[in-house]
């Protein structure tokens, strides 16, 4: 691992991270493979500008085999500003989406779409597994966070195993990888 602070904030980067970037363009083909990883970095830019846009100073942004995480600042972070952040990520992903399709950028523009879509399935691990977490956490103190990971297991594995399914029946390569990323999900949180 290297560790260095930047402007106050610990960046921690991982050899797994490096390692499963060279995995997955190993196994890509064609143009998919860098375009994938540019939706994936744009999304995750989009949370680091809402967070400083919010005024927050991460704590730290690690980067590793799981993808990229920011750590909020120790002190407490009001409800508004953490759905913000979670959501700024599928925010600049259908920016850029809307942007790449104007110009007329088809397959980046389905990329940037997917990737924002993917982001919030309220699967745990996932953008859409923490807003629902943090929004059934404020409605129902007693239960809302067991009750998020109840929903998030069900559509996880619900999700995986349909298409773990699909790609084995169609060879598809892409299906079994979103199976085993939602697994991973399921299981990582």
Known sequence: MIEFRL???CVRLYFS????????LQLSQGPSGP????????HELGHLMAFTALGLQPRSLSFHLGGIRLSPPDSPVAAWKELATLAGGAAMSFAWAAGSLAAGAKEPAAFHLLTGLFSLLPVRGLDGGEILSAVLERLWPAGGVRAAEK???ALTLIGAAAALAIGI??????LLLLGAALL?????G
């Open 169 to 174: 029946q169609a060879r598809k390569g892409s």
């Open 151 to 153: 929903i998030s297991l």
């Open 7 to 9: 402007r106050g904030t």
């Open 184 to 188: 991973f999900c399921a299981v990582s």
């Open 17 to 24: 991270f490096f390692a499963v970037i060279c995995l997955f």
């Open 35 to 42: 375009l994938c990883l540019l939706a994936a970095g744009v």
